[in-house]
């Protein structure tokens, strides 16, 4: 039932929730509405964290949780600094921890 799904590892550091694609047979980015609903039954105040993610390709975003529940989330994937590509997580916890501090 689960075959074609993403592989990922996920850690939380205060408020912030990191997620890492481990290339899955689907990838983390188009399995990320799944990803975040199961999410949810373990953080049941995602909508208030960070959330940011690493892709396939070592790139790093942020997701924004618009709508969630344990069967179905409706999320935006951005940039986490608008106009800088960032291709590395401790960049990435770096910047969240100074735009939420």
């Known amino acids: 039932m689960f075959a074609h799904r993403s592989k990922y590892s996920s850690q939380r550091i205060g ?3 990191i997620l890492e694609d481990l290339n899955g047979a689907k990838s983390l980015t188009n399995d990320m509405e799944t990803v975040i609903s199961e999410l949810f039954m373990e953080h049941s105040d995602i ?3 960070t959330i ?3 892709d396939s390709g070592g ?5 924004i949780v618009k709508g969630v529940s344990q069967h ?3 999320v935006d994937l951005e940039p986490i600094k608008p106009g800088t590509i ?7 916890i770096k910047e969240v921890g100074d735009s939420i501090e």
């Open 86 to 92: 960032i291709k590395s997580r401790e960049q990435a």
């Open 52 to 54: 940011i993610y690493g």
């Open 59 to 63: 790139l790093w975003d942020k997701v």
């Open 47 to 49: 909508k208030a964290c």
């Open 72 to 74: 179905h989330a409706v």
């Open 15 to 17: 408020n912030i929730i």
